[in-house]
């Protein structure tokens, strides 16, 4: 060991930064290209830029991403005091800026073999043209070299007549060149494009369309909370030319609004923490891969784009949740993480948000959750009654038009096709139907073939009175008359679902009446299946008919056989 490595009693020591710590400051991170693109424009919104380009350009074999700003730029100290510095970034405990460390020009170094920058600072005449060799940070051979000593670029050109080299008045551009083949790929495919498209416009900060339906749903006072709280941080976005719109929910037909609820200001615990946002409920299950979960933003910039800050309870209602908050009055240093892709947990202003969104979705969700439930027991009765319309058509064919076997003999003779028409199903509006409180309506109604061979059918139509809110028909009276009546075999049949005592028959045909009376009271009937009432019906309608049991288990056979599945 050399006397220089030696310790001495009172020595000053200092930390030695070695190029090993740049791979994981970058590549541990940063995930994803999207997320490294923020990083960028997030410094290029901290430097006053109104409009943002990004532009991808391919020559022979290589491809460059160009991300150009019209900020305030940088003067030679600020590129070589902040723009190369690691941490002690100036915009630290400023609140109105979003950086916050100062390893923003790392973010995008693991993509590309070099940088190039250029930048005009406002109010200067003078330029520069610099390069930093990126493709050297990552070489496992230079990862124990001193950060002092490494040579990480050069300047390539300095103007000091920035007018006169026709440069724009004050601006940024930063170009990564020879990206990674990863990088290629997703900038060079259109579908991978328009993914990562897709991603920076539900992070970025960008600012809301003018025309959203969003704006449209929630109240004027939220509105203008959320736009006070964006505008101070957002900035025009461009690709290949094009704008960036910020996603917003509500841009497709599928998006809908069934509920909104809405948070303006809530206060945390801590009483400097402060939440506003909103909560919205789709008719449908949401889209998992877009909206599967909230849009957390600090300073209009998403920070979590998925779950629900933790909270699991009532997974079923969450399917059908998304929402967008924007919190205030954390500590952006503690609070979120180095990457911004999360918050930090332990954090107490954070945690104290945390408890509050998660009592707003107990109470959101299980509003969602009852719901659901109604819906889904309407849903299931609807089948039921669709199930019951369906049988009772077949068992009026079955009865008007048995099948009888009849000996054929085969011919080589091909007979025409008879093309059939299936039964109408009335279009009745299944909300119209079960929007009786008391009952629904049955009514037989007389089809009319195409064909002039084959004689009449019937559909059944399920209407019920409107004006009343919907319910599960389950325990309500049925006493209603069919409409048109039934005809079989040329007697006209009314039909009527009765409640009557529980020990009298299940299904009743009086010949003398013309009617059916279906016993909803009775055991056999009490989940109303529709297999049980076709049953019912010709075990009645043939022993009230038939003289003998031999003809009675005949005819039974003859038009079960004859029912469609």
Known sequence: MSEEKLLVEGQILQIKPKMGIIPELT?????????????????????????????VQSAGKYTDLIIADDGIGMEDEVFIEQFLALGGSEKFDRDNQIGRIGIGFLACAPFCKEIEIQSRAKGSNRAFSAVLYTENYYKEALRYESLELFNAGKVIKVYEDADKAGLSKHFTRIILKK?????????????MLLELKRELER??????????????????ELKSIILEMSNPWKVNV???????????????????????????????????????????????????IEWRGLISRY???TVEKEGFLGYEKKRAALQYITGELFIEGLNKITAISLNRNEFNQGDPGFKAIKDLIHQKLEFFTSAVYRRSRTSSKIRKEIKKRQAIKKKLINISKSISEPKVKKLVIKKLVKEPIIKKEATEITNTSLIEVFSDVKGVEVKVVKKVPRYGHRKEQFAIEWKGESGSEPIILLEEKLVKEAGEPIDIRGIKYSVYFIENEEDLSPCKIDNKKNEVLFNLKHPVLKNRDEKIISVLFLLTYYYDITKTKKEYRDKIIQSLSGLED
């Open 299 to 301: 300073q209009n910039t």
């Open 179 to 191: 990206v990674s083949l990863q990088v290629e790929e997703q900038l060079n495919n259109k579908e």
């Open 27 to 55: 590549t541990q991170n940063y995930e994803g290209l999207a997320r490294q693109i923020r990083a960028a424009i997030t410094n290029s919104l901290d430097a006053e830029s109104e409009n943002i380009y990004l532009d």
């Open 203 to 220: 992070i970025l900060p960008l600012p809301y369309p003018t025309d959203s339906k969003l704006f449209n749903e929630i109240s004027p």
């Open 238 to 288: 461009f690709l290949n030319g094009k704008p960036l719109t910020r996603r917003v929910y509500g841009q497709l037909p599928k998006e809908k609004f069934k509920d909104v609820f809405e948070l303006k200001k809530e206060k945390a615990d801590l009483e400097e923490a402060k939440v506003s946002g909103y909560l919205i409920e789709n008719f449908s299950v949401l889209d998992k």
